[in-house]
């Protein structure tokens, strides 16, 4: 099993922060740095110094890192027109060399758009289904040629597709819960499918409707993930820490998380992989406890 990491830092986290991080994760071998796309924090907590935008963060995280592939878990579709979220990816991916992934979704956390006067319509998921299909048309549409969209939601007019991303495709990640129109969205553009912060039970349900709604559409398999809280330690000390650090407790860390002894944890992502998880997205919510990195990697990862 892959294990990327997965940070929050619209709880509160500068750049530098970020950028300490994820220097971390690939000097310690972690395929992955991803991190959410939202402007407002999420329960107690005044989110000091700020909300970072999720784009121009991962802009610089591209030419400061080297290996580590990066992207976002889950850009929101409510705050970027599609064509303009597709200059943006696509000049990041140049910047990194090709490291870049999109990880998209509808966008659902009123109270951010509220609160930065962003609008938030309904309808979301129709409006995801033409962004998906105005990115992934600018980026193969030939050099010299120009893209033409109209829907229900959007319209593009000799639009003329540029910049490319350096790969071809950017691999595109959906994810989420929703029975129907979800897993048929990931059978038409997805690369990957990440199911975030669910059960093993349910999360085989939903990787079964994924690989359903693909046959349906005649694509073969595609990458299938988890998103899960990391909370690990050596001892019951070293965890019971750990856990107050984030605000969480032990008991309930171990039946929603990856969390408990290096053992345990071994044996959770094990439940997850039989449940047909090739990934685990790990939500590191002390951004500041590089030794959680450093413990995974070497007592976790090699027994996956």
């Keep these: 099993m892959d ?8 709880q509160g986290a500068s750049y530098d922060t970020q950028l300490r991080l994820a220097k971390a994760a690939e000097d310690l071998g972690y395929s992955g740095f991803f991190r959410s796309d939202h402007y407002l924090a999420m329960g107690e907590g005044d989110g000091l110094p700020g909300p970072t935008d999720a784009w121009v963060t991962l802009a610089g995280l591209a030419r400061e890192t080297e290996r580590i592939r990066l992207g976002t878990m889950l850009t929101a579709g409510t705050f970027r027109p599609p064509g303009v979220l597709a200059i943006q990816v696509a000049q990041v991916d140049e910047m990194s060399g090709g490291r870049i ?17 962003i609008p938030f319509p309904s309808a979301r998921i129709g409006r995801l ?10 980026w193969a549409t030939p050099v010299g040629s120009t893209y033409d969209f109209a829907g229900k939601y959007y319209t593009l007019t000799d639009c003329p597709a540029l910049p490319k991303p350096a790969q071809s495709p950017v691999p595109i990640i959906l994810g989420g819960l929703g029975p129907t129109r979800t897993p048929d969205l990931a059978a038409r553009f997805a690369d990957e499918f990440n199911v975030p912060f669910a059960s093993v039970a349910d999360s085989a349900a939903q990787f079964g409707r994924v ?5 349906e559409h005649g ?9 899960l809280v990391l909370c690990v330690g050596r001892d019951d000390a070293e965890l019971a820490r750990r856990a107050a650090a984030i605000g969480r407790e032990v008991d309930e860390l171990r039946t929603n998380g990856v969390a408990g002894s290096p053992a345990e944890a071994v044996d959770k992502l ?5 449940a047909g998880s090739d990934r685990v997205y790990l939500q590191v919510l002390d951004l500041h406890d590089l030794d959680h990195l450093a413990l995974v990697a070497d007592q976790v ?3 996956l």
């Design 3 to 10: 294990l990327r990491v997965m940070i929050e830092p619209q």
């Design 101 to 117: 992934e999109l990880g998209l979704g509808a966008g659902w956390f009123a109270a951010e758009h509220t609160a930065y006067g």
């Design 129 to 138: 289904a033409e962004q998906l299909e105005i990115v992934t048309g600018m």
């Design 211 to 215: 690989r359903a709604a693909l046959a």
């Design 219 to 227: 694509r073969p398999e595609i990458v299938l993930s988890n998103a």
């Design 270 to 274: 094990g439940h997850y992989a039989q």
């Design 301 to 303: 990862r090699p027994q």
